[in-house]
């Protein structure tokens, strides 16, 4: 093993910065003019930021879980990425701000003359959503330090224990991630619509999830090997494992949508089929025939074979473009809400990018200097480098 920590280049902080600070700006004018709409972006960046780092926390529990070698040389790339995680929380003041905005369930008025409303109070009222968002939050912060100390003390003398202290967190995080994330799911999303539901929703939103995290580990992994910050000894074929997961969540995904949409379609309820039609009105028809394109036909296609898996260019391309696909993913699960017959995109909507990729790059750099990029000495670090097809 040969990797030597270098710091990474202060640009990734001085263009993350810049590109943050123009996002917090348009935001900040959005909540001037358009205050409902600027909630709704806020919403959509919000989900995207818990799918990198919390999706990211929970690779890094799979790859303790199944024992991983290949996995190795990335798990810190995906620890780092969940850093974001204690973030969150502050970043989740502003839409309990907008709870009124955001959610018709939270009308008073509106609860006392509906009959689902009221069937669905004792779930949907703001003191039990606030104390489930609480719960979620700190149960993601608590495990995210719990895990990643014990990744960098093993850094210190390489002791075998600590491997085995998470693989013991690990088998506790997994099922209290399913069941947290499928509370964000339907609590920030599902809700935004309180008349419909969805049994399978919070899978669906797990699937994007994990698709986004793969896809943001592999676009840093594949750039931090390209300048020379990751060990030479790490081959193409390491990546073959990371394309692979890619394209099946990625399939699974495809999965999940088509059952949600088929069952609904098939019993033909009215109670259920409002959703989908909405999302089938007006420009929100090609908004919806894009996402099946861009999220499913297209990376299938592309990634099917075995040859994509380990070509890195390729994968540079297409990670990004995965991430690209959940962004709008979330947008057609969002905005229909607020944009009724035809989809909206402004100026309002370019905080979304501008936010996301400045915050993740000041963060991942600011983050990345406290550590190693490498577990240096996790036993299992030079199988992993030495892995082969």
């Given at each position: 093993?040969?990797?030597?920590?270098?710091?990474?280049?202060?640009?990734?902080?001085?263009?993350?910065?810049?590109?943050?600070?123009?996002?917090?700006?348009?935001?900040?004018?959005?909540?001037?003019?358009?205050?409902?709409?600027?909630?709704?972006?806020?919403?959509?960046?919000?989900?995207?930021?818990?799918?990198?780092?919390?999706?990211?926390?929970?690779?890094?529990?799979?790859?303790?879980?199944?024992?991983?070698?290949?996995?190795?040389?990335?798990?810190?790339?995906?620890?780092?990425?969940?850093?974001?995680?204690?973030?969150?929380?502050?970043?989740?003041?502003?839409?309990?701000l907008g709870l009124h905005d955001l959610y018709h369930w939270t009308h008073a008025e509106a609860v006392e003359h509906d009959a689902i409303l009221q069937s669905k109070?004792?779930?949907?009222?703001?003191?039990?959503?606030?104390?489930?968002?609480?719960?979620?939050?700190?149960?993601?912060?608590?495990?995210?330090f719990l895990i990643t100390k014990n990744s960098e003390k093993q850094d210190l003398d390489g002791d075998p224990k600590y491997t085995k202290k998470n693989i013991t967190?690990?088998?506790?995080?997994?099922?209290?991630?399913?069941?947290?994330?499928?509370?964000?799911?339907?609590?920030?999303?599902?809700?935004?619509?309180?008349?419909?539901?969805?049994?399978?929703?919070?899978?669906?939103?797990?699937?994007?999830?994990?698709?986004?995290?793969?896809?943001?580990?592999?676009?840093?992994?594949?750039?931090?090997?390209?300048?020379?910050?990751?060990?030479?000894?790490?081959?193409?074929?390491?990546?073959?494992?990371?394309?692979?997961?890619?394209?099946?969540?990625?399939?699974?995904?495809?999965?999940?949508?088509?059952?949600?949409?088929?069952?609904?379609?098939?019993?033909?309820?009215?109670?259920?089929?409002?959703w989908f039609i909405h999302r089938w009105e007006g420009s929100w028809k090609f908004v919806s025939l894009s996402l099946l394109f861009i999220h499913f036909v297209i990376?299938?296609?592309?990634?099917?074979?075995?040859?994509?898996?380990?070509?890195?260019?390729?994968?540079?391309?297409?990670?990004?473009?995965?991430?690209?696909?959940?962004?709008?993913?979330?947008?057609?699960?969002?905005?229909?809400?607020?944009?009724?017959?035809?989809?909206?995109?402004?100026?309002?909507?370019?905080?979304?990018?501008?936010?996301?990729?400045?915050?993740?790059?000041?963060?991942?750099?600011?983050?990345?200097?406290?550590?190693?990029?490498?577990?240096?000495?996790?036993?299992?670090?030079?199988?992993?480098?030495?892995?082969?097809?």
């Amino acid at each position: 093993m040969d990797y030597i920590k270098k710091q990474l280049p202060d640009s990734l902080t001085k263009t993350g910065g810049i590109m943050l600070a123009m996002g917090v700006l348009i935001l900040i004018a959005a909540f001037i003019f358009t205050p409902q709409r600027a909630f709704f972006d806020y919403l959509w960046v919000y989900l995207f930021l818990v799918s990198i780092s919390v999706g990211s926390l929970a690779l890094v529990a799979l790859e303790y879980l199944v024992g991983a070698t290949w996995s190795t040389p990335f798990r810190r790339i995906s620890e780092i990425l969940a850093s974001m995680i204690p973030y969150l929380v502050l970043l989740a003041i502003p839409l309990f701000l907008g709870l009124h905005d955001l959610y018709h369930w939270t009308h008073a008025e509106a609860v006392e003359h509906d009959a689902i409303l009221q069937s669905k109070s004792p779930y949907l009222n703001v003191s039990f959503f606030t104390a489930r968002t609480l719960f979620c939050l700190l149960l993601w912060v608590m495990f995210f330090f719990l895990i990643t100390k014990n990744s960098e003390k093993q850094d210190l003398d390489g002791d075998p224990k600590y491997t085995k202290k998470n693989i013991t967190l690990s088998t506790i995080f997994a099922p209290l991630f399913i069941v947290s994330i499928t509370i964000t799911a339907i609590d920030f999303a599902m809700s935004l619509e309180p008349h419909w539901f969805s049994t399978i929703y919070g899978v669906y939103y797990f699937a994007g999830t994990i698709i986004a995290a793969l896809a943001a580990t592999t676009f840093a992994s594949i750039k931090l090997k390209e300048g020379g910050f990751l060990d030479s000894h790490l081959g193409k074929d390491s990546f073959y494992s990371l394309g692979t997961l890619m394209f099946g969540f990625n399939v699974f995904w495809a999965y999940i949508a088509f059952s949600q949409f088929i069952l609904i379609w098939y019993a033909d309820l009215p109670e259920e089929t409002f959703w989908f039609i909405h999302r089938w009105e007006g420009s929100w028809k090609f908004v919806s025939l894009s996402l099946l394109f861009i999220h499913f036909v297209i990376p299938f296609l592309i990634l099917v074979g075995r040859n994509a898996k380990t070509n890195l260019q390729l994968l540079k391309f297409m990670a990004p473009w995965m991430l690209f696909a959940h962004a709008l993913d979330l947008y057609w699960l969002i905005f229909p809400t607020l944009f009724k017959g035809n989809a909206g995109f402004g100026w309002q909507e370019l905080s979304f990018p501008l936010i996301v990729i400045g915050l993740t790059m000041v963060l991942f750099r600011f983050n990345a200097e406290k550590k190693n990029l490498m577990a240096v000495k996790d036993p299992k670090m030079q199988a992993g480098l030495d892995f082969h097809l």
